[in-house]
Structures are given as structure tokens and as C-alpha cells.
């Protein structure tokens, strides 16, 4: 019989809230006891409201979008990170179709002084690699990196590998996790 | 396996991880690490629904 789809977001919900706990863990000492991780609630939609305005944020996109996400892919995974009660960056991404491989789609840190702004990126990295273990997806996505000197870092230094876009689907760096 | 210890093989993973992450960074990537705000676009998050992808 298979899973109903509450029953497939409650089994994932476990997981998430599993992954964000390990990546929280295994932070480096200075990080966890100045960050915590969470998913993208109602806390984190209403502190991303004063990201909006911000003059140096470099996209128009709404994170309320993340809302329905979740609904249509219930095995995705979403991230906020906290430094006390300022939300420094939100992540989104989901499975492959066929469950293989975890997608980092979008991270976003808040614009301007983020005091831990070097370690955003990575801080959702570890988490999407933690859940993707979790879940039994054996590869990590970064998809579409616009980051050239970023892209070079992680293929030589990351053990990532760049995949051409195909297919209407974008380049990505991926990675046995 | 039980569960606990497949969260513990996760975290044990985690740790390790971490390190490579955390501890290693030169220190021109670290700065294009601050310099940047997101990674990836939002274009990523529409449904391709791709049996292929």
C-alpha cells in the first residue's frame, strides 16, 4: 500500500528535524553557540519580511513560494539559520525524482552584515549532505552555482564534479555523500 | 539497523564533514564565501517534474 501524503510528510519531517540536528552538532564550537537551525516556518516567513527591503539583496524572490513547495515535494528539505533572533539565511531543495540524489536549489543569506556570512553556505551544505544520507540519496546537487571561483573551489578542493546543463536542467556540482 | 544507529552514523558522517568544511578554507574562498549572498537561483525551485533530471 503506499504512503499517504501526510503519512510521507511525517516520516520526513523526522528526518529533517533529524538532519538539522546533526548538522547543529557537528558545527564548530564558535558556530553552535552562536546559531541554531530550524525549518522555514511562520517565524522564519515573517523575519524574511525585513529582508525585502534591504538595498544589497540581489534577488526579488519570496520565500513564501517555500510554503507550497513543501506541500507539493513533501520529502524536500528547508533550512533557516538563526543568529539569536536575526534569521542569517534560508535554504531549499528536494530529492531527485527518482530519490537518488539530493538537490540544493537555493540558499540565501541575509543581505548585508551577516556576522558568520563565510559560513552560511556551508552551514546548509552539511545539513542538505546530512539529510540526503538520511534518506538514503547517495549523491549531493548544488544546482546551477553561479559562482565561478566557488565552482573551481569546490571541483578541486570539495570532491564535487560539474555536470552540464542537459535537457532544459541546469549545470550542477555533485558529490557522493 | 536500528535508527539510533543510523543517526549516529549521520552524525559521525556529519563530523567529519564539518571539518572539511569549516577547517580548511583558504582564505580567498572564505572571502568569496562572505561576499556572496546566495547560491544557486530561485529559477532551480521551478517544478521540471523530470523523470530525467
Known sequence: ?177 | MSEKSEYEKALEKAKKRAKELFEKVPEDIRKELEKETILGTPDNLKDRNDEKE
Not at chain 1, 563565510?118 to 546548509?124: A, E, H, L, P, T
Not at chain 1, 545539513?127 to 573551489?153: C, F, H, Q, W
Open chain 1, 1 to 177: 500500500m503506499q504512503a499517504s501524503h501526510q503519512e510521507v510528510l511525517e516520516r520526513y519531517d523526522a528526518f529533517r528535524a533529524q538532519a538539522r540536528d546533526i548538522a547543529y552538532q557537528s558545527l564548530p564550537k564558535h558556530l553552535k553557540s552562536a546559531l541554531t537551525l530550524a525549518g522555514i516556518d511562520h517565524m522564519a516567513l515573517n523575519a524574511f519580511a525585513a529582508w525585502r527591503n534591504m538595498s544589497e539583496r540581489k534577488v526579488d524572490w519570496d520565500w513564501e513560494f517555500s510554503r507550497g513547495y513543501k506541500t507539493f515535494y513533501p520529502k524536500a528539505f528547508d533550512l533557516s539559520v538563526w543568529e539569536g533572533n536575526r534569521l542569517s539565511a534560508m535554504s531549499l531543495g528536494r530529492p531527485t525524482y527518482h530519490g537518488t540524489e539530493m538537490r540544493l536549489d537555493f540558499v540565501e543569506r541575509v543581505p548585508g552584515t551577516c556576522l558568520y556570512a563565510g559560513d552560511m553556505f556551508s552551514i546548509s551544505l552539511l545539513a542538505y549532505e546530512t539529510y540526503a544520507s538520511l534518506i538514503g540519496a547517495k549523491k549531493i546537487r548544488i544546482m546551477n552555482p553561479l559562482n565561478d571561483v566557488l565552482v573551481k573551489y569546490y571541483m578541486s578542493h570539495g570532491g564535487f564534479t560539474l555536470m552540464p546543463s542537459k535537457k532544459g536542467n541546469p549545470r550542477y556540482l555533485v558529490r557522493d555523500v
